[in-house]
């Protein structure tokens, strides 16, 4: 049975952005998606279609919600972002002033900033771990603070795949005295209402897509890679069917392990867009998201494999063309992926269970998105 006709609502001058939307699952691009659009605070579109399953026995509901990889650093880093505005994390300081341990293996000089912008040298394990190691908390963040940096730290970037959650987690939980899961969903996606979870309560499994892997020869672990790089994927493997697992999802992992769906990530992130501000309450200062804009490295991603451009805990305008130059942007392994617009004051948010050979989206994203603009006017 064919479901190529989204469910949901776009204003009346969003029209093309449904069309889009259609179009991908018509053509097959896309099984099963989501697409959300805030302006001013206010969502535009909200659209979702298709199946929520490879066999097309589940139809992807207006609920249905999905793992969307590395689109949840976007959360970790908005959490981060939150307690610094609040006074009780210098992202100038050194990490160590807050997980002593930390200053191990020469390490005593990395700043908090490192971590958020990918550029601490810490892109993997050195230890050799297991896919159950990645459940174990404190044996992911010991290995990561007894270690020394693959890299001197500070001088590129080199994208910490899921190394990142751990590090930044363990700093917000150093200073809060909770986990970073705990903290997004108490402040953040509690009060707001937004279905998104950085660990998933067994209760709401029903409702997760399944996420379907590229074909083979297509996935970012085929290609040929430089040895940091191979250690970044292959110290534990990436097993797209581990997302399938209670385990995987009820752990914590803040740089990956995320559910949700488009809708959740773009309510989550009006608070970026808006200056601080979602739904009447004020979260942060403006000062302190616009924090996300300031350039911490750029150059040659040694981990990617292509220029980067990272502020504080996002990628910036400029590692790629965008419209308006005061834009933050994250995706996932497979397609997933939140753009923020500052200065028009919106956000866009992608979420798929069929995945493409990609870490930071793919067209399907972006022309939604270049649909979006295209009807704002920004091109």
């Known amino acids: 049975m064919a479901r190529d006709v989204a469910e949901g609502f776009t204003h009346d001058r969003f029209g093309k952005v449904r069309e889009a939307f259609e179009a991908n699952l018509a053509g097959g691009a896309d099984v099963g998606a989501s697409f959300c659009a805030t302006l001013e605070g206010e969502t535009v579109v909200d659209l979702w279609g298709g199946w929520a399953n490879e066999d097309e026995g589940r139809p992807w509901e207006r ?41 191990a293996a020469g390490k005593q000089d990395v700043k908090v900033s490192h971590l958020m912008s990918h550029s601490a040298g810490l892109s993997g394990w050195k230890e050799p771990l297991t896919k159950e190691d990645l459940y174990d908390w404190d044996k992911a963040t010991s290995l990561l603070a007894a270690q020394a940096p693959f890299w001197e730290p500070g001088t590129a970037s080199g994208y910490h795949a899921l190394t990142q959650g751990y590090l930044v987690g363990e700093v917000v939980r150093r200073i809060t005295g909770k986990s970073l899961g705990t903290v997004f969903r108490e402040e953040i996606a509690g009060p707001l209402g937004a279905d998104f979870h950085i660990g998933l309560p067994a209760s709401e499994d029903h409702r997760v897509a399944d996420l379907i892997a590229p074909p083979p020869g297509a996935s970012i672990a085929d290609r040929s890679e430089s040895e940091l790089q191979k250690n970044m994927s292959g110290n534990p493997p990436i ?76 990628g910036l305008a400029g590692a790629m063309p965008l419209p308006n130059p005061n834009t933050i942007f994250w995706g996932g392994y497979g397609g997933s992926l939140v753009i923020i617009d500052m200065d028009a004051r919106t956000t866009f948010a992608y979420a798929m269970n069929k995945m493409a050979p990609t870490t930071t989206g793919d067209m399907r994203a972006f022309g939604l998105a270049m649909a979006m603009w295209e009807a704002m006017g920004a091109i």
């Open 63 to 103: 609920d249905t919600i999905v793992n969307v990889y590395s689109t949840t650093k976007t959360m970790t880093a908005l959490t981060a972002l939150l307690v610094a505005d609040r006074g009780e994390l210098d992202f100038d300081a050194p990490v160590a002033r807050y997980w002593p341990e930390f200053a």
């Open 239 to 314: 097993d797209v069917a581990e997302t399938r697992t209670r385990a995987w999802r009820g752990a914590e992992i803040p740089a990956a392990g995320g559910t949700g769906n488009a809708r959740s990530v773009a309510q989550v992130h009006v608070i970026l867009a808006n200056g601080g501000v979602a739904q009447g309450k004020r979260f942060m200062s403006e000062a302190g998201c616009r924090k996300a804009l300031e350039v911490q490295i750029e150059g040659q991603d040694l981990i990617l494999g292509m220029p980067a451009r990272f502020g504080m805990g996002f």
